[in-house]
């Protein structure tokens, strides 16, 4: 296992080009040498341009950064009818072809139909603001999304529709697809009109969705955040679902941020001071064999660092002196 680094986080700004000399200097001064990308330019047939691909790979190998994974986008689970779903799998096949041909490992993506909610700020340790949320208590008056009611049997629908045709062609092209948890987790249901895959047990969709297609192809960017804003304690209950997946090897890729908080009321903090347990997480990690990358996720703002370059780095450290920590407590 090994830090990496993605979109969160750019140097020039979020717009930059991610293999840049700029961006890629700065991930290796932080000991970063796996990159997740976004891939924003298309080609006539609306997957990604092979053109782009090959220069991204092109740019990292000249620097000795391996290209690992891509984030794609959430159009297909917005899609109300069989005709719009199938015309964005059939993109997202010959994504896959076109990642494998490059030397891409996973496909990172996250099924939003309610955008990422949070709804407070909160003062930080040096001036920093901390971005949270709190279920509303008038949530029932919220309006709907775009995308109107979506029952959570339509949400799984959608889900099964996508692995059932996916999946296979991920193991087809050996380019492993991993789901990033919906954040929050356990909104109830008919929150903005759409009863999530992830509500109401986290643990419980995690399970569900993994064994709809169970494959190695299938499997997760587990961002221990989200998961964590997900349980009522937890410290002790994310232990047990790194383990679960961990196990089954269907941790594609970790996003490593910390909360404060629980349920329906959280806060997104620096690594060191929330309450999850990140070393404890990370010998699990290493028990259960994971090989990919650990990234830093979601770090607090500050005025000073527009482009959150210094979090960043921050969690960059963090990570790469876990690693360091766990491996020297097997290494003899």
């Given amino acids: 296992m090994h830090v990496g680094g993605d979109y969160h986080s750019v140097a020039g700004g979020s717009r930059a080009d991610m293999v840049s000399?700029?961006?890629?200097?700065?991930?290796?001064?932080?000991?970063?040498?796996?990159?997740?990308?976004?891939?924003?330019?298309?080609?006539?047939?609306?997957?990604?341009?092979?053109?782009?691909?090959?220069?991204?790979?092109?740019?990292?190998?000249?620097?000795?950064?391996?290209?690992?994974?891509?984030?794609?986008?959430?159009?297909?689970?917005?899609?109300?009818d069989a005709a719009g779903r199938d015309r964005e799998i059939d993109i997202m096949k010959r994504n896959l072809e076109r990642a494998a041909r490059v030397g891409v490992q996973v496909i990172t993506y996250h099924w939003t139909v309610i955008p990422i909610r949070r709804n407070r700020k909160t003062p930080g340790r040096g001036g920093s603001t901390y971005a949270g949320f709190a279920l509303?208590?008038?949530?029932?008056?919220?309006?709907h999304t775009p995308s109107g009611r979506v029952s959570h049997a339509e949400y799984w629908d959608r889900i099964r529709y996508f692995l059932e045709r996916v999946v296979p062609a991920a193991r087809d092209n050996n380019v492993k697809l991993a789901c990033h948890p919906y954040d929050p987790p356990g909104l109830p249901f008919g929150y903005q009109g759409t009863d999530n895959w992830d509500s109401p047990?986290?643990?419980?969709?995690?399970?569900?969705?993994?064994?709809?297609?169970?494959?190695?192809?299938?499997?997760?960017?587990?961002?221990?955040?989200?998961?964590?804003?997900?349980?009522?304690?937890?410290?002790?209950?994310?232990?047990?679902?790194?383990?679960?997946?961990?196990?089954?090897?269907?941790?594609?890729?970790?996003?490593?941020?910390?909360?404060?908080?629980?349920?329906?009321?959280?806060?997104?903090?620096?690594?060191?001071?929330?309450?999850?347990?990140?070393?404890?997480?990370?010998?699990?990690?290493?028990?259960?064999?994971?090989?990919?990358s650990i990234c830093p996720d979601h770090m607090p703002h500050h005025p000073d660092d527009p482009e959150q370059l210094q979090a960043f780095a921050f969690g960059y450290g963090y990570i790469r002196a876990l690693l360091q920590m766990v491996n020297a407590e097997v290494s003899g």
């Fill in 136 to 143: 509303e208590a008038d949530w029932k008056s919220l309006p």
């Fill in 201 to 292: 047990a986290i643990f419980e969709a995690i399970r569900q969705y993994e064994a709809i297609v169970d494959s190695p192809f299938n499997g997760f960017q587990l961002c221990l955040g989200t998961v964590g804003e997900g349980l009522r304690k937890p410290r002790t209950e994310i232990l047990p679902i790194v383990e679960y997946l961990g196990r089954k090897g269907k941790i594609h890729q970790i996003h490593m941020r910390n909360i404060r908080g629980a349920l329906h009321n959280f806060e997104e903090v620096y690594p060191d001071e929330g309450d999850l347990d990140l070393l404890a997480i990370t010998r699990i990690l290493r028990d259960t064999q994971f090989a990919l």
């Fill in 21 to 80: 000399k700029a961006n890629l200097e700065f991930n290796l001064r932080h000991g970063v040498r796996h990159l997740t990308v976004q891939v924003r330019k298309k080609a006539e047939d609306g997957a990604w341009d092979p053109t782009e691909l090959a220069r991204m790979r092109e740019n990292c190998d000249r620097h000795g950064v391996v290209l690992e994974a891509i984030r794609m986008e959430p159009t297909y689970i917005l899609q109300k």
